[in-house]
C-alpha cells in the first residue's frame, strides 16, 4: 500500500508544471547567496537546510578526470530516476552515449572557469517510459584546499511520471 502511494506521489511531483525551473532558480539563488562577495563559495559552506526544498533533486559531484565528476551525495529524484543508489557513479551514467560529451564539456568548463552551466535534457522515450524533460544546473564549489575540484547541482526531471528505469538522457541545449 504504501509503495502504490509514494508512486503516485512521484507521478503528482514529475507532473507539477515549472516546478524544474523553480527548484533550479531556488539552487541558484542559494549558491549565490553562499558566495559573499567571492567568485566561488566553498563545499564547507552547504548546509542542508538552506536547499530544503531542493534536497531530493540535489547532488554534489567530486573531479575525478578532466570533464569527469562522480556523485559523492544524490537526492532521492536522482535515485529513482535511474532505479538505483547513484553515489560514486558519474554524472555522464545518466546520458545516452550522445549525450555525455557534451555534458563532460559542461562540467570541465564549470571546474575550469569557474563558470556556471544549465542544460535542458530529455529523456530517452521507449515502451514504459513516458515522455521527460529535465534541467540540469552546474555551480562551482571550492574544496578545503582552495580548487574548484566540486560541482553542487540539481537535476529535476518533469513528466508524467518516470516509468522503467534507468532514465537516461539527450543534451538538447547547453549555456
Known sequence: MDRDFDTVEKVARLGQAGVGRR?????????EGLRAGRDVPARSDIDPRGLENALEYAFILERVAPGMGRFRL?????????GMEIRGMP??????????????????????????????????????????????????????????????????GEGQGIGRTPRRFLVEAVQ
Request: aromatic letters at 4%; charged letters at 20%.
Open 23 to 31: 527548484i533550479v532558480a531556488q539552487m541558484r539563488a542559494y549558491w
Open 74 to 82: 544524490a537526492g532521492m529524484h536522482l535515485n529513482d530516476l535511474m
Open 91 to 156: 554524472l555522464t551514467a545518466m546520458l545516452t552515449p550522445e549525450g555525455r560529451k557534451r555534458v563532460a564539456d559542461a562540467t570541465e568548463a564549470v571546474f575550469q572557469g569557474p563558470a556556471i552551466a544549465e542544460l535542458v535534457l530529455t529523456a530517452e522515450a521507449g515502451i514504459g517510459k513516458p515522455p521527460m524533460t529535465a534541467r540540469l544546473l552546474l555551480l562551482p564549489m571550492t574544496s578545503d584546499m582552495g580548487d574548484v575540484t566540486r560541482i553542487l547541482g540539481c537535476l529535476v
